[in-house]
């Protein structure tokens, strides 16, 4: 019989790190199993699930644009945190062929900012999109005093918030709001300072010498993993993560979905050495 797999899905799919990540793992642990890359349309979504359901050697999938949010409408159960989020970005096979659809990226944050308690704290999430979403649950569930949102679509940034069941003031993201001074988190969730995106505008960056002391500055970037917003924190001495600590986060809950043991997180620095090469 073939090898149990796992694997990630999207359109498109060759940039994901995912295979990396999980097949490092898998090595590290003897485990005799792969996990691959999938690409996968959006109109041959539902005919992928189909086939992976019959197939008694495939244990899930993670799952990445542009299928988040559709895929949650065809899996037969969905975690409390896909549910929050509306995104599904792993999909576990339960059982002969039951589907359960779960969202590890609140994982990855809630790892990413596990070094700062946030019941007496206020945040700052930069953007209000799909990446946001995650963000927002998982301030949530921290139980977090008050958050503000920075977005260009106040609307839409209002309403996600509202949906991951966070209590949180939303305003422009414009120059000189003041709003990042006397804040103890900041989060990054656009993709202002990728490779190939436009730069983090100055004014946050000058802003962020008036955070509370003892604070972190958290960005989903990893392209490249030193941003100019981690860069500007680091010089201000400024506690940070980036985007890799979410990255392999959220992966660890999933490899433990798909094979059932824990990722060996001793390996982690090892792991980030390879994926940065």
Same mark, same amino acid.
């Given at each position: 019989?073939?090898?149990?797999?796992?694997?990630?899905?999207?359109?498109?799919?060759?940039?994901?790190?995912?295979?990396?990540?999980?097949?490092?793992?898998?090595?590290?642990?003897?485990?005799?199993?792969?996990?691959?890359?999938?690409?996968?349309?959006?109109?041959?979504?539902?005919?992928?699930?189909?086939?992976?359901?019959?197939?008694?050697?495939?244990?899930?999938?993670?799952?990445?644009?542009?299928?988040? #949010? !559709? =895929? /949650?409408?065809?899996?037969?159960?969905?975690?409390? @945190?896909?549910?929050?989020? $509306?995104?599904?970005? +792993?999909?576990?096979?339960?059982?002969?062929?039951?589907?359960?659809?779960?969202?590890?990226?609140?994982?990855?944050?809630? #790892? !990413? =900012? /596990?070094?700062?308690?946030?019941?007496?704290?206020? @945040?700052?999430?930069?953007? $209000?999109?799909?990446? +946001?979403?995650?963000?927002?649950?998982?301030?949530?569930?921290?139980?977090?005093?008050?958050?503000?949102?920075?977005?260009?679509?106040?609307?839409?940034?209002?309403?996600?918030?509202?949906?991951?069941?966070?209590?949180?003031?939303?305003?422009?993201? +414009?120059?000189?709001?003041?709003?990042?001074?006397?804040?103890?988190?900041?989060?990054?969730?656009?993709?202002?300072?990728?490779?190939?995106?436009?730069?983090?505008?100055?004014?946050?960056?000058?802003?962020?010498?008036?955070?509370?002391?003892?604070?972190?500055?958290?960005?989903?970037?990893?392209?490249?993993?030193?941003?100019?917003?981690?860069?500007?924190?680091?010089?201000?001495?400024?506690?940070?993560?980036?985007?890799?600590?979410?990255?392999?986060?959220?992966?660890?809950?999933?490899?433990?979905?798909?094979?059932?043991?824990?990722?060996?997180?001793?390996?982690?620095?090892?792991?980030?050495?390879?994926?940065?090469?």
């Amino acid at each position: 019989m073939s090898k149990a797999y796992a694997e990630v899905i999207g359109d498109p799919i060759a940039h994901s790190k995912s295979p990396l990540i999980h097949n490092f793992w898998l090595e590290k642990l003897g485990i005799d199993a792969e996990y691959r890359a999938c690409h996968v349309r959006p109109d041959e979504l539902a005919d992928y699930l189909s086939r992976r359901r019959g197939d008694t050697r495939w244990r899930g999938c993670n799952v990445t644009i542009p299928h988040k #949010e !559709a =895929i /949650a409408r065809l899996v037969d159960e969905l975690a409390p @945190a896909a549910s929050a989020v $509306g995104a599904v970005n +792993a999909v576990v096979r339960k059982g002969d062929a039951n589907l359960f659809g779960t969202n590890t990226d609140v994982d990855g944050v809630a #790892e !990413a =900012i /596990a070094g700062i308690e946030l019941a007496r704290r206020h @945040a700052v999430v930069i953007g $209000g999109g799909g990446a +946001a979403r995650a963000a927002f649950a998982c301030l949530a569930d921290a139980g977090c005093a008050s958050v503000t949102v920075l977005a260009r679509t106040i609307g839409k940034a209002s309403r996600a918030a509202e949906e991951c069941g966070l209590s949180a003031k939303v305003e422009p993201f +414009a120059a000189d709001s003041g709003v990042i001074g006397g804040a103890s988190l900041v989060i990054n969730a656009t993709q202002l300072g990728m490779v190939g995106q436009d730069p983090m505008p100055d004014f946050v960056l000058r802003e962020l010498a008036a955070m509370q002391p003892g604070g972190l500055v958290f960005d989903m970037v990893y392209a490249p993993l030193e941003t100019e917003l981690l860069k500007t924190a680091g010089r201000l001495g400024i506690g940070t993560a980036d985007g890799l600590t979410m990255l392999i986060g959220q992966a660890a809950t999933a490899f433990a979905h798909f094979f059932g043991v824990a990722a060996p997180r001793d390996c982690d620095g090892e792991l980030r050495g390879m994926l940065v090469q």
